[in-house]
């Protein structure tokens, strides 16, 4: 085995400490989590319109400083309303990292439009504005107040920064060039719940975002996720479409648009609710694991922890080693290694632009994305590792 | 008040014979629910790859006597993947009862195919299969084993009979038919777990079958549905379509097509679970208050209860009083005052052909669907009822 490969693992032995397989990230559930449950079961209203789902909403408006929620069955689901609600139609383009779950893409291909994938810089693992900012230039009209890919003639409605393993894009400079490219901005925060940028909470970035609580993010619903607006008008429309576009009647369905059954059950919310109460709690833990995890591996030459971009706070959701440019071969022996020996690890996502469903969806230069896809390693995260 | 009314509100009255609120559906949590739930709260695994979403796929299959069953986030979902198994593509059509909840057909938009809309019979409120032929003989040509509507030149590739209120279409006939056009049949049974079709359990009657757990049915998972085939192939790709399209390995993410983000998570599945434990004394006691209705209202000229086709045993889901033809112009009336006097009532749903988004999906005539449309009202049908 390679020296460097055998200090990797040494190290991330030392850290996890532990005689039991050890996972990517698992929840943890010390709160209410039974308590709400129970509640919940009691009062015989477990769907999407029972009073958690409303609980939760309204405890997460207030937490993100956002002025509505709309939970939903997960994070796809949020982020295809999203879309739906920014105007992005069948032949659209929706700009977004070549390096995300492929989650980010299906939700536009769902619409009928096409994913179009740009380069990620290696500072926060996001979208590249100054990149970005040249390619738009190159590539793009501007009619009517609408942006056009001279290549292949159709619209580019929006894009979807995504903030990878928690970090956080830099979404000033996101805002600014989407901005001046009339391209609407839909913040991916799956994996972002409780990360800040400039003080301000991850999803209240834009003018619509995406939150996840699937059984692996920071905090769980079962299955689940979110949409954040401040704009009342865009979370009405929302919640219409969530609920199969039912028109508010006293016993008449009449439905108006195709719509979806998207509304998070209240089942899953309380237990996200009891979840939520104890963040604060899984933040702290998450940043202290980090910590010990860069100190560890400082001592270790040719690979380095990610740490967060120097604007924001991040929640550390899932810790990542990157190894030095030159010892991209030593990551599969790592990854066999560690998953051989009760500690899981992982790369990062396949790019999409890889994908067989996705190859011939435009694309600028990904050759950052391309680099770090060969050189990121995921290592366990769960707030209680090492503890 | 018109005498009729009157007496059909004093019947109704005395059946619920309640001072509180009536609900139309809401279940019943008296055996396994919070112990179950609890107990996958404690095992840290309440996602969809949590031990009770296997569990409630076992126990369900072997209720129904189906080889497979993968359980999905919702009813609309799992008839959504049916479609696609099914090779239902853009520009196809899909035939169904134009009386049936518009997630039917909203699944068919999902995949840009149109709904083409059929009548159904007094003596099911299912697909009328000998209206069906005579149509599909005069509407359709056949091409290389292919069924092809003459008018709009698309392919018609499926039909999804749906069980109204838990009353079993007449399968073996839709079947006879749909086969000789080389159409493929999946069962919408949503509404109609538990009900029997010459002996056999409904949603195992065609190659593909859509089942929904949402919090008014006759077993609630929160919200959740089920995907039942007894084809191994179709099942595996059932998982593969419903779970991101990831193809299994220790630890790569690689994606081969677009997937979807639609597996039941196991805090729902083992709330289902505990349900099921007891569906077979649900059904008993929806039986009997469908009985008990049934010899009331027998007694009110000019209104019956539906009791279910000679040739299957109903779930009784929800019960529906038909008011005679001649007498439509009671139903509003006894809505209004039942609504406004502590007892839920509903007319049937807005025909789908009537809703701005279907007004111009094919049809045939609908005669009986548009007369039993302003002479259905549902009544308080939960397994608790009048006890």
Redesign the interface.
């Known amino acids: 085995m390679n020296i460097l490969t055998s200090e990797i693992i040494s190290t991330l032995t030392n850290i996890v400490n532990s005689q039991e397989f050890v996972p990517l990230h698992?929840?943890i559930?010390k709160g209410n989590?039974?308590k709400y449950?129970?509640d919940c079961?009691?009062s015989?209203?477990?769907?999407?319109?029972?009073e958690y789902t409303k609980k939760f909403e309204a405890q997460l408006s207030e937490y993100l400083g956002a002025k509505r929620v709309v939970l939903t069955?997960?994070?796809?689901?949020a982020l295809h309303v999203c879309l739906m609600l920014s105007g992005v139609e069948a032949n659209d383009e929706v700009l977004m990292p070549a390096l995300t779950?492929?989650?980010t893409a299906?939700a536009v291909?769902?619409i009928?439009a096409t994913p179009h994938f740009v380069d990620v810089d290696d500072a926060s693992l996001g979208v590249d504005s100054i990149k970005l900012s040249k390619y738009l230039s190159a590539i793009t009209v501007i009619k009517n107040g609408e942006c056009f890919n001279k290549d292949t003639g159709k619209r580019i409605k929006a894009i979807v920064p995504m903030h990878t393993f928690g970090h956080m894009s830099d979404m000033d400079a996101i805002n600014a060039v989407a901005g001046e490219y009339f391209i609407d901005v839909i913040e991916d925060a799956a994996e972002s719940l409780g990360s800040l940028y400039k003080g301000k909470q991850s999803g209240t970035l834009s003018k619509l975002a995406a939150l996840s609580f699937?059984?692996?993010k920071i905090i769980?619903?079962?299955?689940g996720g979110a949409i954040v607006t401040n704009d009342d008008n865009l979370a009405d429309k929302a919640v219409h479409i969530t609920t199969?576009?039912?028109k508010p009647h006293?016993?008449?369905?009449?439905?108006?648009?195709?719509?979806?059954?998207y509304?998070?059950?209240?089942?899953?919310a309380a237990?996200a609710l009891a979840q939520l109460e104890n963040l604060d709690e899984f933040l702290l833990k998450k940043r202290a694991l980090a910590i010990r995890y860069k100190e560890a591996f400082a001592k270790v030459a040719g690979v380095k922890l990610f740490m967060e971009p120097e604007f924001s706070q991040s929640n550390y959701w899932l810790n990542a080693l990157i190894l030095d440019e030159g010892n991209e071969q030593l990551r599969d022996e790592v990854?066999e290694h560690t998953?051989n020996n009760l500690i899981m690890?992982?790369?990062?996502?396949?790019l999409l632009d890889t994908?067989?469903?996705y190859k011939d969806s435009p694309k600028m230069d990904l050759t950052v994305s391309r680099s770090l896809a060969k050189r990121i390693i995921n290592i366990p995260s769960s707030a209680w590792v090492g503890s």
């Not at 069955?73 to 689901?77: A, E, F, L, M, R």
């Not at 690890?345 to 396949?350: A, M, S, Y």
């Open positions: 698992t929840p559930f989590e039974i449950v129970t079961i009691k015989n209203f477990v769907s999407s319109v029972g069955v997960n994070g796809t689901s779950f492929v989650a299906n291909a769902y009928g699937n059984g692996n769980t619903a079962g299955g199969t576009a039912k006293k016993w008449e369905y009449h439905h108006d648009m195709v719509g979806y059954n509304r998070m059950p209240a089942i899953n237990l990854l998953n690890t992982r790369p990062v996502w396949d994908l067989n469903m």
